[in-house]
């Protein structure tokens, strides 16, 4: 991989959160030397990775690093086999449909993964955290002082703690509402930046947000229904989406699938929660 793509790479991807210096030259120079640090790690980390996990999608250079670096371990426990094409991109995350491997019953399943840059700047997500505890890389709440003393400082180890949390609410939130039967995504597992859950669609063609599509008056009023039945079985388990809508619904022969928790509202602790569930 070239520099130039390495720096298009980060120019794109990466927002740095650094604070900012009593010089505006001394700020820049830390950046770009953060930057120069990162490029030299993931050059590395992804020349290391393409020698054992190789997939089906032509990724432009410098996303195939991300997309290296993100899902090697979860290709390494056998949960996929290979990545056939990006499904969406989004300012936040891509989805992926990937080819299941060993571990996976269905033929298919989707990888979301979060941006690069959102390991430093989580914009307007404070909205949704209050309230929340902040959870570790495996989903436990996080009681390390040292931990949440970074996270309160919104040092560089503290912002890539807060980003695993809010990733790690989107699985946990996914897990809790797939076992109590909501229409959401089968969760498999949740490695780094990516999330692996059941796939909505065919080889050909992933399921449409529900905003693009055209309903008769009967089928709108069934999947209306079926929309309030998962907002009472969320209230059940005292949750709310927290950003709910026809562009986070996706429909796929006749059926629904709510989709995109990080976001997710706790009614008991956040005192706002009404607000979201009326939105």
């Known amino acids: 991989m070239s520099k130039n793509k390495l ?7 990466d927002e740095s959160n650094a604070e900012t210096d009593s010089s505006e030259e001394q700020f820049f120079q830390k950046r770009e030397s953060k930057k120069r640090q990162m490029e030299a790690r993931l050059f590395t980390r992804a020349q290391e990775i ?8 032509k990724a432009a250079r410098f996303e195939e690093v991300w997309l290296l670096d993100s899902l090697f371990e979860i290709a390494d426990h056998k949960w996929i086999s290979d990545v056939l094409r ?3 991109g989004g300012k936040e995350a891509s989805v992926y449909l990937c080819k299941s491997g060993e571990g996976v019953e269905a033929p298919y399943v989707a990888a979301k993964i ?4 959102m390991l430093r700047n989580l ?8 309230g929340r505890a902040d959870l570790d890389e495996s989903g436990n709440v996080i009681v390390d002082d040292g931990t949440l003393h970074a996270m309160q400082k919104r040092t560089a180890f503290g912002e890539e703690v807060r980003h695993q949390s809010w990733i790690a609410y989107e699985f946990k939130t996914l897990e ?7 229409d959401v995504p089968k969760p498999y597992a949740m490695e780094k930046n990516a999330i692996l859950m059941g796939y909505v669609g065919d080889l050909s063609n992933a399921a449409s947000v529900l905003n693009s599509v055209s309903l008769d008056s009967s089928e709108a009023q069934r999947l209306y229904e079926r929309v309030i039945h998962n907002i009472d079985l969320m209230l059940t388990h005292k949750i709310i989406h927290g950003d709910l809508s026809a562009y986070n619904i996706l429909y796929w022969n006749g059926e629904i699938t709510l989709i995109d928790f990080p ?5 008991e602790s956040n005192p706002v929660f009404v607000e979201y569930l009326l939105a």
């Open 7 to 13: 720096l298009e790479f980060f120019e794109e991807l």
């Open 50 to 57: 393409s020698r054992e996990f190789r997939f089906t999608y």
């Open 86 to 88: 990006k499904v969406k």
């Open 114 to 117: 979060y941006r690069p840059r």
């Open 123 to 130: 914009k307007n997500d404070q909205q949704y955290r209050t």
């Open 176 to 182: 809790n509402l797939h076992n109590a039967g909501a």
């Open 263 to 267: 976001q997710v509202v706790f009614p």
